[in-house]
């Protein structure tokens, strides 16, 4: 019988509570930020920078972002903090962009 391997990912642990996070992830955009905007600047923008790197979390990672200065951002995402300081200052043009992407990016059937 072999035995089971563990797999270590290398992914950052979430900052804040798993569940938290789901209910984050769940509510209302409008209330994603302001609930999100009650975290510590830190704490914020870490948790932005970990859904962004997630696809299902992008929208909740914009979100975010929004409620956060482009200084703070870059505290986390470094040189590429003007990018997602724009991308979440108009987020329904952002989502429709990375959808159309996807849309076109698609291998063929």
Known sequence: MSALKQIDLNEAPCP?????????NHS???????????????QRAILCQF??????????????????DLPTLTTVFGKGAPVVFEQSRDIASTLAEVNRRALFDAPAP
């Open 16 to 24: 804040i509570d798993e569940a938290a996070l789901s209910g984050l």
């Open 28 to 42: 209302s955009p409008g209330d994603a930020a302001l609930i999100a905007g009650q975290l510590p600047l830190q």
């Open 51 to 68: 859904c962004y790197e997630k696809a299902h979390l992008f929208e909740l990672a914009l979100r975010i972002a929004s409620t956060l």
